[in-house]
């Protein structure tokens, strides 16, 4: 048991490496944002079975995804880090997700935060390159 926890805490600190790569703030707020639009779009479906949505759109404030577009490629690689962050989560809560889990990041000049906005939906196929225009 200890080799394992030695493997997630290993794990853990190289998540929050690649972090402080792409960001010069805390992203904790971003990451309790997808935690919330999940928690709060769960549906129970018996006592031991609660299903949440599987497709997460981030957009971010334009100067926010400019400033991880330099670093060609890794704005994908961001999503990646938050899907990994929000299964971690799913599976701490014991939820089930609607289809194969993915966190899509985009750019918006319409955020009301001015930061990012959150939306989730549920969708049967993922694909790699981003969700329909029509999910946005």
Do not use: I
Not at 23 to 46: G, H, I, K, M, Y
Not at 58 to 66: I, K, R, S, T
């Amino acid at each position: 048991m200890s080799t394992l926890t030695g493997w997630e805490r290993t794990l853990e600190r190289a998540g929050e490496a690649l972090w402080a790569q792409f960001f010069r703030r805390d992203p904790v707020e971003l990451v309790d944002a997808l935690r919330r639009e999940c928690d709060s779009n769960a549906v129970v479906c018996s006592q031991s079975r609660v299903v949440v949505p599987n497709a997460y759109d981030v957009e971010l404030a334009e100067h926010v995804h400019d400033e991880l577009a330099p670093k060609a490629g890794q704005v994908g690689q961001v999503g990646q880090v938050l899907t990994d962050r929000l299964a971690q989560h799913g599976e701490r809560q014991g939820y089930e997700w609607a289809g194969p889990l993915a966190v899509h990041v985009t750019k918006s000049c319409d955020v009301p935060n001015g930061r990012y906005r959150v939306t989730s939906t549920v969708m049967p196929n993922v694909r790699a390159e981003g969700f329909p225009a029509s999910n946005q």
